[in-house]
């Protein structure tokens, strides 16, 4: 624990990891130190074929290659880390390679199913205008789950149309449309007086015990509406953001564009939607087409 300790607060210092990284580093180094308590294994002392060990353990758990690769890349930069700290001589993943694990397509709703999606929050309820509001944001804006529950009331700016967007590197600049400042209107004058506890309260998104909105409440809160609409895809907040990206892309936006409404660092990490573009006109040719089946 000691080393751990000491790691997040290299990630956290040094590497100026963000939250998620550093939160998504130490939960696959904990799991990795459990494994070896469990096999009285001194981390010292690993070598490669407990690595491998870990790793098949893993795997006969059904865990995707994807989770495989992730936690082999976290277990490699912890070890880098006991390098520099003179811990170890070697870093013992050094000779272990894993397959590239195959990039999921992600699942994306018809704008048919963004429209139930929308109408499904009770307006006249103070929950269920707020609800509509998060919704609406989320597919308007394509924010990330941590962005949206980060959001304080300063970062939107109703005169010029714009929502401010803070993540632990940089700041992003998104303009908000005529759907959703209509509801953010609203929610400001009506929905978020009648929430809130502590006047000094900055969080733009509440609970309904006027707290900060979490990751948890917002998973809640998807997951609600999606059965209410009658959605049988499996789907997370995340699928909003990944439906705006595809809803744009069809209608002949730019990839560029979309990378910098998303906040993109790469433009690798955008030109996926045109991959799931592609596969699903791919897949309606073939169905519709009149010679597809000669």
Known sequence: MEYLNAYAGYLRETKNASHNTLESYLRDIRQFLAFLDHESQPLEQVTAPVIEQYLHALQQQGKTPATLTRSLS?????????????????????????????????????????????????????????????????????????????????DLNMQLSILTVRTDRKERIIPLYNAAIKVLSDYMLHIRPAIVKDRSEKSLFLNMNGD???????????????????????????????????????????????????????????????????????????????????
């Open 74 to 154: 976290s277990v490699r930069s912890f070890f880098n880390y006991l390098m520099l700290q003179h811990v170890i001589q070697m870093n013992p993943t050094r000779q272990i390679k894993l397959g590239k694990a195959e990039k999921k397509l992600p699942e994306i709703l018809t704008k048919a199913e963004v429209e139930a999606l929308l109408r499904q929050p009770d307006l006249l309820t103070v929950k269920g205008c707020r609800d509509r509001t998060i919704l609406e944001l989320l597919y308007e804006t394509g924010l990330r789950v941590t962005e949206l529950i980060d959001l304080n009331v300063d």
């Open 212 to 294: 900060r909105l979490t990751r948890q409440g917002l998973w809640k809160i998807i997951k609600y509406y999606t059965q209410a609409a009658g959605i049988q895809k499996s789907i997370t907040p995340h699928t909003l953001r990944h439906s705006l990206a595809a809803h744009m892309l069809e209608n002949g936006a730019d990839l560029k564009d979309i990378k910098e409404i998303l906040g993109h660092a790469d433009i690798s990490s955008t030109q996926i939607y045109g991959r799931l573009v592609k596969n699903k006109y791919a897949k309606s040719f073939n169905r519709f087409h009149p010679r597809a089946d000669v």
